[in-house]
């Protein structure tokens, strides 16, 4: 089992920008795998971003170029940097993370995870 420990949700306004913080308690976070996936109300649990043990990174086409996934292997902390927040953002956003390697084109795939966080939410107003 591998702890994962989301912080930094919130409530904020359109054009607004949060940064989740993911804290992974083991001493070789660097040899995982590791995503963000978003569940809203009444939709299914989907992929926001993705990070492999490269450092490589992919994004939803929804969130391209608003939002940033970065690790600090030192600190063993994974984070989602999020601007120009918009209303269809709000969630419950999650973190995830698996061992060893994965293909990039598999990050954004909730079952490619085995470990998850219990989510940290994010609400943006009009």
């Known amino acids: 089992q591998v702890p994962l420990v989301e912080s930094g949700g919130g409530s904020v306004q359109a054009g607004g920008s949060l940064r989740l913080s993911c804290a992974v308690s083991t001493y070789t976070a660097s040899r995982y795998y590791m995503g963000w996936f978003r569940q809203a109300p009444g939709k299914e649990r989907e992929g926001v971003a993705g990070?492999?043990?490269?450092?490589?990174?992919i994004y939803a086409d929804s969130v391209k170029g608003r939002f940033t996934i970065s690790q600090d292997n030192a600190k063993n902390t994974l984070y989602l940097q999020m601007n120009s927040l918009k209303p269809e953002d709000t969630a419950m956003y999650y973190c995830?993370?698996?061992?060893?390697?994965?293909?990039?084109?598999?990050?954004?795939?909730?079952?490619?995870?085995?470990?998850w966080g219990q989510g940290t939410q994010v609400t943006v107003s009009s």
């Open positions: 995830a993370a698996g061992w060893g390697f994965l293909h990039s084109g598999w990050l954004l795939q909730r079952g490619s995870y085995p470990y």
């Open positions: 990070i492999d043990t490269s450092g490589s990174t």
